[in-house]
């Protein structure tokens, strides 16, 4: 049972109606009135979940698939901000928190940011990751995701001094991550000599306000560069929450089919394939997509393993794509480096 509830709060799909229900994961106590943890020295390896001089969750593959894992060889890197794995009643995660680390290396890293590795060289960064009733909370939510994005900065400001040697990268994100990924962008790439190095951000699973950025564009073909991505995957008469810390729309969709911003229906013949959290085949021809409001709405999954709770695909927002994903980001990534040779 407690198992099904922790997918129904993940999701977002029904938990704002239900939070008289769930008062067991709020946090004891203001954010003010409790003991941070720890922050985190980035210098040390046991501070990141994914690196790519580590043997780590991000170099799987779909174990019955013919993909590899082409980090080694990789001339761009990937940025990964992972999603929500805590839960507890504290209002930020402990670094040493095993089970947490675990949800978060088994779960997202191998679900997620290994879509990557077909050709990016992937940082993943533990960080002190605000609790999943963060979300719920507009003020002490705040302190809570405050304290979380500055291990966020801090880790993609030790990336760039150390181990950046001027490589082109992609920012990658989900949910949580995505919450701090629109905020990384806007505050060290928008607007700054960065942004000649970004290949693309794929801000996945998180409500991107279409006029956030002064100098980053939304992706509206599959192969344009220095630009942002983003979708929420919901099913064709799925109503959308509305969290506190939702910012106000129009809300920027790319459609992960047609890689387009149009809402004209993508079937799922042209859908290349996803995997479930088995993480074993790639299933092809899915579910059509379509671009809606602001919100990507799909049919049906037309395989097993692609669950859905009140047709809210928040979990499998990549999972869903995850083919599709990775042979887009090899597109983009041949566009900006033939650019830039020419």
Same mark, same amino acid.
């Given at each position: ?18 939070? /008289? ?21 980035? +210098?040390?390896? +046991? ?17 019955? /698939? ?36 675990? *949800? ?23 960080? *002190?990751?605000?609790?999943?009733? /963060? ?11 405050? !304290?979380?994005?500055? @291990?966020? !900065? ?23 991550? $995505? ?10 790439? @928008? ?11 794929? !801000? ?16 509206? $073909?599959? @192969? ?8 929420? $995957? ?56 379509r671009c809606l409001n602001g ?15 009140g047709e809210n695909y928040h ?8 083919? /599709?994903? *990775?042979?887009?980001? $090899? ?5 900006? !480096? ?5």
């Open positions: 049972m407690r198992k099904l509830i922790f997918f129904i709060l993940v999701s977002f799909g029904v938990l704002p109606f239900f939070v /008289s229900c769930f008062w067991w994961i709020r946090p004891i106590g203001n954010f003010k009135e409790y003991e941070a943890p720890k922050e985190p020295n980035y +210098s040390f390896p +046991s501070s990141w979940t994914a690196l790519p001089q580590t043997i780590d969750q991000a170099d799987a593959v779909p174990t019955a /698939s013919n993909l590899k894992n082409e980090q080694k060889n990789a001339l761009i890197d990937v940025f990964f901000i992972h999603p929500t794995t805590f839960f507890g009643r504290e209002w930020n995660a402990y670094l040493d928190d095993m089970k947490v680390n675990s *949800r978060t290396d088994n779960g997202t890293i191998r679900q997620q940011a290994s879509v990557f590795n077909c050709c990016g060289k992937i940082y993943a960064p533990r960080y *002190r990751q605000a609790t999943l009733y /963060s979300f719920l909370d507009k003020e002490n939510g705040r302190l809570a995701l405050d !304290l979380a994005y500055q @291990d966020i !900065l801090n880790s993609f400001e030790f990336y760039l001094n150390n181990w950046n040697q001027g490589r082109p990268f992609v920012i990658a994100s989900h949910s949580q991550g $995505t919450f701090h990924a629109i905020r990384l962008l806007k505050e060290k790439i @928008d607007n700054s000599p960065l942004l000649e190095k970004l290949v693309a951000a794929y !801000l996945i699973g998180g409500a991107v306000p279409i006029t956030i950025y002064q100098t980053i564009p939304a992706c509206r $073909t599959a @192969d344009q560069t220095g630009c942002v991505i983003s979708w929420r $995957t919901f099913g064709e008469n799925a109503e959308i929450p509305k969290l506190p810390h939702d910012p106000s729309p129009p809300i920027l969709c790319v459609n992960p089919i047609s890689w387009k911003t149009d809402e004209i229906l993508a079937e799922a013949k042209d859908h290349p394939g996803g995997v479930n959290e088995k993480f074993k085949t790639i299933e092809p021809r899915l579910c059509n997509a919100v990507l709405r799909i049919s049906e999954p037309q395989a097993s393993g692609f669950s859905k709770m979990v499998l927002d990549y999972g869903i794509f995850y083919q /599709s994903i *990775r042979n887009n980001i $090899t597109v983009r990534i041949q566009h900006y !480096l033939q650019r830039k040779k020419n």
